[in-house]
């Protein structure tokens, strides 16, 4: 199983590190030319969905990753992942891959719950801790999107066929489940 990881800003090394001690092959993707090496799935990892929707753009790589994921390439977001691959931005303009049914609402915990950790259920996987950073959670799932988890009656993390999303960062703990429910749905022999 090889999988690239999103590089261009944000908490990608954490995901890479989670990935090969449970024994994944990954490399990082930071410019057009990575994306001619052969790969199994795709992590777009948590930081600044604005920052990185721009470099996407900026390094064109957003066409060509667009078109993968459209293709079937299975990808895990997480967190600004969640958003660039939201569908719908709840109360706001700027869509990004919009690959998923899903409708996302940015920082949508408030200044005060930026970031806190919960433990809640997440289907297939059970119980599983939780933290969220200045998190998006979803407020809307529809077409071929089913939610996966809740925290207080808010949509956390969701599945579309190949796609995985989650509002929180399974990568900052030392619960590897949620990347190995991903290395499954991926087809990791
Ligand atoms: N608030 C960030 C955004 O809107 C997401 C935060 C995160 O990825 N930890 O992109």
Same mark, same amino acid.
């Not at 490399?27 to 057009?32: M, V």
């Not at 049914?101 to 939780?130: C, H, K, W």
């Not at 509002?167 to 990347?179: G, N």
């Given at each position: 199983?090889?999988?690239?990881?999103?590089?261009?800003?944000?908490?990608?090394?954490?995901?890479? *590190?989670?990935?090969?001690?449970?024994?994944?092959?990954?490399f990082?993707?930071?410019?057009?030319?990575?994306?001619?090496?052969?790969?199994?799935?795709?992590?777009?990892?948590?930081?600044?969905?604005?920052?990185?929707?721009?470099?996407?753009?900026?390094?064109?790589?957003?066409?060509?990753?667009? *078109?993968?994921?459209? /293709?079937?390439?299975?990808?895990?977001?997480?967190c600004?992942?969640?958003?660039?691959?939201?569908?719908?931005?709840?109360?706001?303009?700027?869509?990004?891959?919009?690959?998923?049914?899903?409708?996302?609402?940015? /920082?949508?915990? #408030?200044?005060?719950?930026?970031?806190?950790?919960?433990?809640?259920?997440?289907?297939?996987? #059970?119980?599983?801790?939780?933290?969220?950073?200045?998190?998006?959670?979803?407020?809307?799932?529809?077409?071929?999107?089913?939610?996966?988890?809740?925290v207080?009656? *808010?949509?956390?993390?969701?599945?579309?066929?190949?796609?995985?999303?989650?509002?929180?960062h399974?990568?900052?703990?030392?619960?590897?489940?949620?990347?190995e429910?991903?290395? /499954?749905?991926?087809? *990791?022999?």
């Amino acid at each position: 199983m090889r999988v690239g990881v999103l590089a261009l800003q944000g908490a990608f090394i954490e995901h890479i *590190k989670m990935l090969r001690s449970l024994g994944a092959d990954c490399f990082e993707i930071r410019k057009l030319s990575d994306l001619e090496a052969s790969f199994d799935a795709l992590i777009i990892p948590g930081g600044e969905s604005t920052v990185q929707g721009k470099l996407l753009c900026e390094l064109n790589l957003f066409s060509p990753i667009k *078109k993968l994921i459209e /293709n079937g390439l299975p990808v895990f977001g997480t967190c600004a992942g969640l958003i660039l691959l939201a569908s719908e931005i709840d109360g706001g303009k700027e869509k990004h891959f919009a690959t998923m049914d899903i409708s996302a609402r940015r /920082n949508a915990y #408030g200044r005060q719950l930026g970031s806190f950790s919960a433990t809640a259920e997440f289907d297939g996987v #059970g119980e599983f801790p939780m933290t969220f950073i200045r998190a998006p959670y979803i407020t809307r799932v529809f077409g071929k999107a089913k939610p996966l988890a809740t925290v207080d009656g *808010k949509i956390v993390a969701a599945r579309q066929g190949n796609q995985l999303v989650t509002a929180f960062h399974p990568e900052l703990t030392d619960d590897t489940r949620i990347h190995e429910y991903f290395l /499954n749905m991926a087809g *990791k022999p």
